[in-house]
């Protein structure tokens, strides 16, 4: 049972990662949507969005939400079927959730990059900092 919490916990950081930003901790019982969602507010205001970046950052946002709807269903594949799955089917799933990751952040990464590039110096710096060491790490640099 333990194993199967854990690789649940992988499993969201997967998609934290997609987000690219930590956010503070929110209860179990919140959806991923609603963490992504989460996220998709306290990096609009961490980075300081401009109306003239506003376009840009509604397509970070849409790919955000986009990426978490292609892992979700996976993530709660693997949970519903996680006390019959045999080893094989357990590396099949890791490997759909890492596939989906994958294309997830090579998407996001050429959205995002149109907004970096629109960006202020400050604005850069803070990005740089949030997703080189997270919502945690950056509250030190800021």
Request: net charge positive.
């Amino acid at each position: 049972m333990e194993r199967n919490g854990h690789h649940f916990m992988l499993a969201a950081a997967l998609v934290a990662t997609i987000a690219l930003a930590s956010g503070p901790v929110i209860a179990a019982k919140v959806s991923i949507a609603q963490r992504v969602e989460a996220r998709i507010t306290q990096m609009h205001a961490k980075l300081k969005i401009t109306a003239a970046q506003e376009d840009q950052w509604a397509k970070v946002a849409q790919m955000m939400r986009d990426n978490e709807k292609a892992i979700e269903p996976l993530i709660n594949a693997r949970i519903d079927n996680a006390k019959t799955m045999t080893a094989v089917d357990d590396l099949k799933s890791w490997g759909e959730i890492t596939d989906a990751h994958a294309d997830g952040i090579k998407k996001f990464t050429q959205v995002f990059a149109t907004l970096y590039d629109s960006m202020s110096d400050a604005q850069k710096k803070q990005a740089d900092t949030l997703f080189r060491h997270g919502d945690k790490r950056a509250k030190k640099h800021t």
